[in-house]
Structure formats: structure tokens, C-alpha cells
């Protein structure tokens, strides 16, 4: 008996139901997968992120404690692309890991980029961020309390040589006395005097470290300029920056305190600039020009002391009414007359404040007006130098110092502050190709796929 062949329309009709099925259940897969890779992204993104800030400056972060993505890793100086190329590189490591695992394929991108991206390194805003990142550094080791209370005693005492500042006192003193030979004209008594005066500013101008008895011979090393970017065309990020507040500021100073060398505690065998934090404060290329430098504006502080001393002594201020009067009393004006008699309770300040300073260097803690508002010494005095600057005037230049020390002592020598990123941002866009498309070999469809997006904001504070 013969076997009856099926009819071919139902052969036909199968195979379209096949195909229809199957393209219904690849859909749902696709579908699928897509939903999945899209949830997938963030997680991926964020791991990705991680494995990016381990790639830190190792030096840096060992000297300084500040954390920098390593310029080998990020590829600068070259700006245009950079964190896009950053995630570009840490996805092709990714890519491997897939390869590896075969049927993990199917949830793998066909490619990454990141629009809108910004960046910022460590010079951004003239040193802003790297004294930002140092306060941060500080913050996360100084008790809260501890911050505030260095901030308010910082600013208690910066407002009080504010208020004493024995150079415009003077000046006002010499103007009184202009004012005094004014009402003279036409009288044949001679011009008053303004010797004593006259004599404050060139003392005030003399070379201060001669005239100090100092038990340390200056050191007379040099900062190295190829490696201070304060001296040359620096890279800038392409993020906003945001100010310094007061409580980083006192932080930061604790910082360059605490991390950088300075007169009293740099050693003989040091390498490189050996006075950091006088060059922070002074800018200068060489230590002792530096230490001259921060010579001269403890100077000014402690002249401002000893004048408020000199306020609340009773015979000294007899002793400058008595000079006083003797100068311009003839004009019968109360105003000129104690203007004069500040001045010279400013000029005689002077000498002492001199004293003052030798010994500081020296070694020795003084007293502010009484013992009981405690004894300072140099480094105290450093201390409210710091806080009396702009944030980006010491951060520039403590950006200078730490590639000195990174390159020089520590023998990298090729660290720029510049090329060291600390932050990054952009929105992540992975490419998504079709895969059940790929693989039944429907080219059309190859090209089409969709994209999944994240946005990123990546740093080491988190």
C-alpha cells in the first residue's frame, strides 16, 4: 500500500507558524535583554567607575594623602575626549572578561562613550581644589569641633593685627605732622621734623635676617621650576570650581601644617626646597629668601603685639604724649596730638617685635598680650600667616611643592599637578546592536540597535 504525501500548503503554513512563533518569542527575549542591559548600565557603570579611581597617583597619595587619577592611566596632557577615553579603556578590559565567558555575550555592549563630559585636575582654580582636597584630607582627621575652634581662634586673630596694624598708624602719624608744618607756613620757625618717622621705614625696609641672632644657618636650596605649574601654561579642567569655605580654609592650613617641612623642623640632608611652607607663604625661588619672606610678616604680627602692649602701658603712653606734644603741641589739636603720639608708640614697636621674631625662630613660644591667653610659637605664627592668604595663592604654590617633592625626592619625575584628575563627569552612553537579529543573519537589522545612558559623577570624596 502507498504512503499519501501531505499536502505542501500545510508544510507552508507550518513553517510560517514556526517563524511567527519564533519571531514572537525572540522578540520577548530581545525585549528582555534590552529591559535588562538598561538596568544593567548603572551597576556597570558604577563598578567601572571604581576600577577607574584605583588607578591613583601612588606617590602622591603616599606623601601628600591626596588621591589623583595617575597621568600614565589618563592619557594627558591630550584634554579633548579624556574621561571618555578613560571609560573607553576600562570598557575594553571589560570586553575581555566577556570573550572569556561565552555565554555571558549575549548582555554585552557593542560599545561605550561619554557626552557632556567635564573634568577637573588638581589646579583647577588656581590651586582652589588641591587646598579643597587638602581640607578634605584634614576634615576626615580633625574632629569637628577641633575644625571650628582653630577657625574661630584663626579669625579672632587675624581681625586683631587688622586693628593694630602699626603702618598705617605711623602713616597717620606722619600726616598729622604734615598737617602741624602746614599751619607753619609763613611763620619763620622751621619745618617739624619727621625723623623718627622717616627712620621706621628704612628700618622697616632693612634685610631682616642678618640683624637676628639665629642658632640655624638659612638654607639656601631652590624649588625646581619645571616642575611648578604656578610657572608655566597649566591645564585647565572643564568644571566649575566652588569657593574655598572657612572651615576648609582652617582645615587646609592644618594641612600644609601638618604635611609640609618648614624652618624649624627641615633637616640639613633634605632634598630639594626644604623650607615648604615658607615658600607657600613667600613664593620665592630660594629657601632662605622665603624665610626672609615669613621673617618679615611675623615682624608686622608681632609689632602689632607689642603696640597693643604699649597701649595698655600707662607710662609708655605718658612717655609718646609727652614726645607728641613737644612735636605739634603748639597746633592746640587733640586729633594731630594723638595721632602723633600713636605713632611713636608704633615706631617703638618696632625694636621689639625685632627681638621677638629672632627668638621665635629660635625656638621659643610668646605670649599675646598676658600669659593667660597662652604662649605661640613659630609654627602658630605660620599658622595665621596661611589663614591671611587666598586659598589659591597657597594652593598654586603648594601644588608647585608636591611636584617638586613627587619628582625630585621621590624620584617620579614625570608628576604634573595639572594632568592629575580628581573629578569626573559626563553621561555614560553604551551602544546596544540586536542579538537574536545577528544571530538568525538578518542584516538588516545588524545596524539597528538602541542605546542605554547613565549619568556619571565620579571622585575620590564619593
Known amino acids: ?28 527575549l530581545e525585549g528582555a ?23 591613583y597617583q601612588r606617590e602622591l597619595y603616599d606623601a601628600f594623602g591626596i588621591l589623583g587619577l595617575d597621568e600614565e592611566y589618563t592619557g594627558m596632557p591630550e584634554t579633548v575626549g579624556a574621561v571618555s577615553n578613560i571609560y573607553a579603556g576600562e570598557f575594553e578590559k571589560e570586553q575581555e ?33 588641591f587646598f579643597r582636597e587638602a581640607g578634605q584630607y584634614m576634615l576626615g582627621i580633625l574632629p569637628q569641633k577641633q575644625t571650628e575652634a582653630l577657625l574661630r581662634g584663626l579669625s579672632e586673630r587675624k581681625s586683631f593685627q587688622e586693628e593694630h596694624n602699626t603702618e598705617k598708624t605711623v602713616a597717620g602719624a606722619k600726616a598729622a605732622v604734615d598737617a602741624a608744618s602746614a599751619m607753619q607756613e609763613g611763620e619763620d620757625s622751621e619745618p617739624l621734623s619727621c625723623g623718627t618717622f622717616e627712620d621706621y621705614e628704612k628700618k622697616k625696609a632693612e634685610v631682616l635676617l642678618p640683624l637676628l641672632q639665629l642658632d640655624k644657618k638659612p638654607s639656601h636650596n631652590k624649588i625646581l ?58 613664593g620665592q625661588d630660594e629657601d632662605a629668601d622665603n624665610l626672609e619672606v615669613v621673617a618679615r610678616k611675623i615682624l608686622g604680627l608681632r609689632e602689632a603685639v607689642q603696640f597693643a602692649r604699649f597701649m595698655r602701658d600707662a607710662a609708655k603712653k605718658e612717655e609718646a604724649h609727652a614726645a607728641a606734644v613737644a612735636l605739634v603741641g603748639f597746633t592746640l589739636n587733640p586729633a594731630l596730638i594723638r595721632a602723633v603720639q600713636l605713632g611713636f608708640l608704633a615706631v617703638w614697636s618696632l ?57 625630585e625626592a621621590l ?52
Open 1 to 28: 500500500m502507498m504512503n499519501r504525501r501531505a499536502p505542501a500548503v500545510i508544510s507552508v503554513f507550518a513553517t510560517i507558524t514556526f517563524v511567527l512563533v519564533a519571531g514572537f518569542v525572540c522578540a520577548l
Open 225 to 282: 621650576h619645571q616642575y611648578c605649574p604656578s610657572r608655566r601654561n597649566f591645564i585647565k579642567g572643564s568644571m566649575e570650581t566652588t569657593a574655598v569655605g572657612g572651615i576648609e580654609k582652617a582645615a587646609g592650613v592644618a594641612y600644609c601644617l601638618k604635611k609640609f617641612r618648614n624652618y624649624r623642623n627641615a633637616k640639613e640632608e633634605d632634598e630639594g626646597v626644604q623650607y615648604q611652607v615658607e615658600y607657600v607663604l613667600g
Open 97 to 129: 572578561v566577556f570573550r572569556k565567558s561565552r555565554g555571558l555575550s549575549f548582555l554585552n555592549y557593542g560599545g561605550i562613550h561619554v557626552d557632556d563630559e567635564s573634568f577637573q585636575v588638581l589646579t583647577d582654580g588656581n590651586g582652589e581644589v
Open 33 to 55: 535583554r534590552m529591559q535588562e542591559m538598561r538596568t544593567l548600565l548603572k551597576p556597570r557603570t558604577h563598578l567601572m567607575t571604581q576600577n577607574i579611581l584605583s588607578n
Open 411 to 462: 624620584r617620579v619625575g614625570e608628576f604634573h599637578a595639572d594632568y592629575t584628575i580628581v573629578r569626573m563627569s559626563g553621561e555614560v552612553r553604551a551602544a546596544t546592536g540586536w542579538f537574536f537579529a545577528n544571530l538568525f543573519f538578518l542584516p538588516r537589522f545588524q545596524k539597528d540597535g538602541l542605546d542605554a545612558t547613565t549619568v556619571v559623577d565620579a571622585s575620590y570624596a564619593g
Open 351 to 407: 625694636e621689639e617685635a625685632r627681638k621677638d621674631v629672632g627668638r621665635l625662630l629660635n625656638g621659643e613660644k610668646l605670649s599675646l598680650l598676658t600669659e593667660k591667653e597662652g604662649r605661640f610659637g613659630y609654627e602658630d605664627y605660620l599658622k595665621l600667616l596661611l589663614f591671611m592668604e587666598k586659598p589659591s595663592t597657597l594652593g598654586m604654590r603648594a601644588c608647585d611643592v608636591i611636584e617638586n617633592v613627587v619628582n
